[in-house]
């Protein structure tokens, strides 16, 4: 049961405490009972429901340029959000709905879980094309139109997302 | 001027919402259902969140982060219920 | 004054973007066209809304819960429409009459 404590101590704590800021904003209330409860609280959870967390050896670091680099690509990808909906509002409120859906299958070049996640999130996000199926390095992708096919190759989110996962210190 | 405004959201959403339960009834498949039944859920937490006076609003958003959180979990649950055909 | 026009402006182009999703789920062929109206309608609708009512709460611990939820309708949305896009495709559930397939992945190099 305390084995993630002596395998990983510094995600450990990191964790609780982010359990234990979570409980504190919720609950909104910062006296002494409140951070006891906090405290006690996120270290069982912690305890107990470890093995869903850290699947894998070792955990995931972050260096303070990959989070500035973050912070850009999030910024990018809420552009890209505002114009998705733009595009969508626009087919759908056509009249004659310029459509022709298809399926693509793409080679995605990502090798860690969590940059992994967040690319195929943004794809989702992003203007016609959404996620249908991600095995190991095979994607599975949904289009509005062959135009957003094509656009998916070339596209600037991902490779700000292959130089945030290169400049991290790896696994 | 806003207060205006915001009764007439508070009917707009009920309309959006008769508009994705009708797509809800007449779905073909289970998954349109789902669809459907997903984005109801988010006009209902908006819903819950414009209903609150003024005054009041902090005790309405535990309403909405709960209702969040628990449709979250309701819809894996169907999901996989859909997917390995037992939960 | 300036506040409350920004309060409007976000309030209503939210609905409206949540008025596109709708009306895209009514008008749209098969269910993978609707999950493109569903994942990004709901978010930034959602969004615009919520970033309304941030002008509109009391105090600060408030403020801090409706980002909370913003950030878990955010989070939640496109793993929810992956979710239920993954499901229905493995049911091989039916899709609109023009659909093609194209397979890049067996080609050299990426893309």
């Known amino acids: 049961m305390f084995r993630h404590i002596k395998k990983d101590p510094v995600g450990f704590v990191f964790l609780s405490f982010l359990l234990l800021v979570f409980w504190l904003l919720i609950s909104a209330s910062f006296d002494w009972q409140h951070i006891l409860m906090g405290t006690v609280i996120s270290f069982l959870l912690m305890t107990f429901w470890a093995d869903v967390i850290f699947i894998r050896e070792g955990g995931t670091r972050f260096t303070p340029g990959q989070a500035l680099r973050l912070l850009v690509y999030l910024v990018s990808l809420g552009i890209e959000v505002v114009k998705a909906n733009v595009y969508v509002a626009y087919l759908v409120l056509h009249p004659r709905m310029p459509i022709s859906p298809g399926f693509v299958t793409y080679r995605l070049g990502l090798e860690k879980d969590l940059s992994k996640a967040l690319f195929l999130n943004s794809i989702t996000l992003t203007p016609g094309t959404i996620t249908v199926e991600c095995e190991e390095d095979r994607l599975v992708v949904h289009c509005f139109t062959r135009e957003n096919a094509e656009a998916v190759q070339h596209w600037p989110l991902y490779h700000q997302m292959k130089k945030l996962e290169g400049s991290g210190k790896s696994d | 001027m806003i207060e205006s405004l915001l009764t007439f959201l508070r009917y707009g959403l009920v309309f959006i919402l008769i508009l994705v339960l009708i797509r809800s009834f007449i779905g073909p498949s289970a998954a349109d259902r789902v669809v459907a039944i997903n984005y109801a859920v988010s006009l209902i937490v908006m819903l819950v969140l414009l209903s609150a006076p003024y005054a009041e609003i902090n005790l309405y958003l535990d309403v909405a982060l709960v209702f969040v959180l628990g449709a979250f979990v309701a819809t894996l649950g169907v999901l996989r219920l859909l997917e390995e055909g037992k939960l | ?111």
Do not use: Q
């Open chain 3, 1 to 111: 004054m300036f506040t409350d026009i920004v309060i409007a402006l976000s309030l209503l182009w939210g609905f409206f973007f949540l008025m596109v999703g709708a009306v895209g789920m009514l008008r749209l062929p098969d269910i993978f066209t609707r999950m493109h109206a569903m994942g990004k309608c709901d978010t930034l609708g959602a969004g615009l809304i919520l970033f309304a009512i941030l002008f509109i709460v009391p105090d600060f611990t408030s403020g801090v819960k409706v980002v909370l939820i913003g950030g878990l309708i955010a989070t939640i949305n496109p793993v929810m429409t992956h979710l239920i896009a993954k499901t229905a495709y493995d049911r091989k559930d039916a899709v609109a009459p023009a659909t093609w397939y194209e397979d890049n992945y067996s080609r050299k190099g990426r893309g």
